[in-house]
């Protein structure tokens, strides 16, 4: 255990150190500033709207900060060499992934922790704070969304440089949060082979929809019951589950050249 | 005494899309026994590093075997005893010196009191100041991020140290350093497997050499036995490598 807790540490100095996340938090720092100094004509509803286009901000930023940040953890390793002493120490090619994976999250989930409480504390100066169970259930799924996305941007750049990757990854889960929803909607108007592709598709490809709480957030619907929480929840765990093994298949007989091999 | 290294017939190809497939190891054997400095020569596209890859499990073989202290090199526990600095080191830039050394000791699970006292010999051992040390190593020079890289290829203490043209980017001054190190770990009874194209280094530090030709170990023993006495290691290698 100590060897992936001692790479995802280094997942999250990099994150502390390098930019990217301090310019994410300036710029919703920004939009909520601007978000809070919105009277429209002094109608009534500019809470939910503070809430709601918050809420889509942080959701944009932490799949860009996510994706960027797993994306490149494995190709920088290999592009820079550091590949080569660090699988030379007492390590597993599993412990990598899975460390560069925990990393990846938690650093990814404390910036979508700093995300909520920066939104959380400008709705409440604008007279509507949140309900505490939804936010906290909207926050949990969202770490859900965060771990697939992780491992999503692993499980891409251990074939693929981290250019092709992140690509990849943002075609791939942004058809699963627009595209992939809308399938049943179509089926009904297709038979034949075409439909049962498409069905075949709806079911293979994750459904990141699941985890957005958003709607239920902005409009005070109050919280999800337990059981269908915990059912989302728990598909949030398989699916991570089975792009980090498909990680490690991919990974575990990976063939480093740089430099003279030969 | 196990040796420290065991390379038996080990044969390494490559598939080739346009032909047949490209051998880089064509049944090599030799033993590196515990306490030598081996120097592994031989020219560009020899298969030195291919070689090095195999004895850290980086490479699978296409036949024979490789064996670290008796172990198999694909097993994690085979990796406990060694140090390796590659042929192009580089560390986390966003790391200071001292973060990396202890980043290269906890994946060796060493605790935190044992880490602090031990990098602060090592630094001293590799002649890097303390607070550079504790500076960026996105600011240091070439030849600082060599020393930090050797300096975590040292952390957990190897019996058997693997470097891969370990003056490459050193100043004289440097390289002079490393030459003391490899001494002072040979004194130590360490082992130490290292390949260079500097053969003048290799004539200053090691006992026992292996050359190695498209493949294929062309001499191997001690130098003094295998070099004629009116002949420099050099000629020596000149002279196998193109016959």
């Known amino acids: 255990m100590i060897p992936i807790l001692t790479l995802a ?86 412990e990598l992934i899975i460390g560069k994976w925990l990393g990846c999250w938690s650093a990814a989930g404390f910036a979508t922790f700093c995300f909520y409480v920066l939104l959380a504390g400008v709705a409440a100066l604008q007279g509507g704070a949140f309900t505490p169970l939804v936010l906290a259930q909207g926050f949990i799924l969202h770490l859900a969304a965060v771990a697939i996305l992780a491992a999503l941007g692993i499980l891409l750049s251990t074939r693929l440089n981290s250019d092709a990757a992140a ?82 298949l991919a990974y575990r007989r990976k063939r480093f050249v740089r430099g003279d091999i030969l | 005494m196990t040796p420290a290294i065991e390379i038996d017939r080990l044969s390494v190809s490559f598939p080739s899309r346009s032909g047949p497939d490209i051998v880089a190891l064509d049944n090599i054997s030799f033993k590196v026994e515990t306490g030598q400095v081996f120097g ?29 202290f008796g172990c198999d090199v694909r097993a994690s526990i085979a990796r406990e005893r060694i140090g390796f600095l590659p042929e192009h080191p580089d560390a986390y830039r966003f790391l200071t010196g001292w973060e990396s050394l202890l980043v290269a000791g906890r994946l060796f699970r060493l605790p935190h009191p044992v880490l602090a006292d031990r990098i602060e010999t090592i630094l001293a051992l590799i002649g890097l100041p303390l607070d550079i040390a504790r500076r960026s190593i996105a600011t240091y020079s070439r030849g600082q991020r060599q020393r930090i890289c050797l300096a975590q290829a040292l952390i957990n203490e190897p019996d058997l140290l693997i470097l891969d043209e370990p003056t490459g980017g050193l100043d004289p001054l440097g390289r002079r350093e490393v030459r003391t190190l490899i001494q002072n770990l040979k004194a130590a009874g360490k082992t130490v497997f290292f390949s260079s194209h500097e053969l003048s280094e290799v004539e200053l530090v090691c006992d026992h050499v292996a050359l190695l030709a498209r493949g294929r170990i062309v001499a191997q023993g001690a130098i003094r036995d295998l070099i004629p006495p009116d002949e420099r290691l050099e000629q020596y290698f000149l002279r196998m490598v193109q016959s």
């Open chain 2, 40 to 68: 592994f020569l031989g020219p560009n596209g020899a298969g030195k590093t291919t070689t090095l890859h195999v004895l850290l499990g980086f490479l699978n073989a296409s036949g024979g075997a490789a064996r670290i």
């Open chain 1, 167 to 248: 690509t990849l990854a943002y075609l791939i889960s942004g058809a699963c949060t627009l595209v992939i929803p809308q399938i049943p909607g179509v089926l009904t108007t297709l038979v034949g082979p075409r439909r049962d592709l498409l069905l075949a598709l709806y079911f293979a490809t994750p459904h990141l929809e699941l985890f957005d709480l958003r709607r239920r957030l902005v409009h005070d619907w109050g919280p999800l019951p337990t059981q269908p929480f915990l059912i989302i929840l728990i598909y949030g765990v398989l699916i991570t589950f089975i792009l980090l093994a498909l990680a490690w």
């Open chain 1, 9 to 94: 540490r280094v997942v999250w100095l990099e994150l502390l150190r390098r930019k990217d996340f301090y310019v994410l938090l300036c710029l919703l720092t920004a939009l909520c500033a601007g978000l809070l100094s919105l009277d429209i004509f002094g109608l009534g509803g500019i809470v939910a709207f503070i809430k709601d286009l918050g809420l889509l901000a942080i959701w944009i930023l932490v799949w860009i900060l996510t994706l960027n940040l797993s994306v490149r953890q494995l190709p920088r390793e290999e592009s820079q060499g550091t590949i080569f002493p660090l699988l030379a120490k007492p390590i597993s090619r599993l």
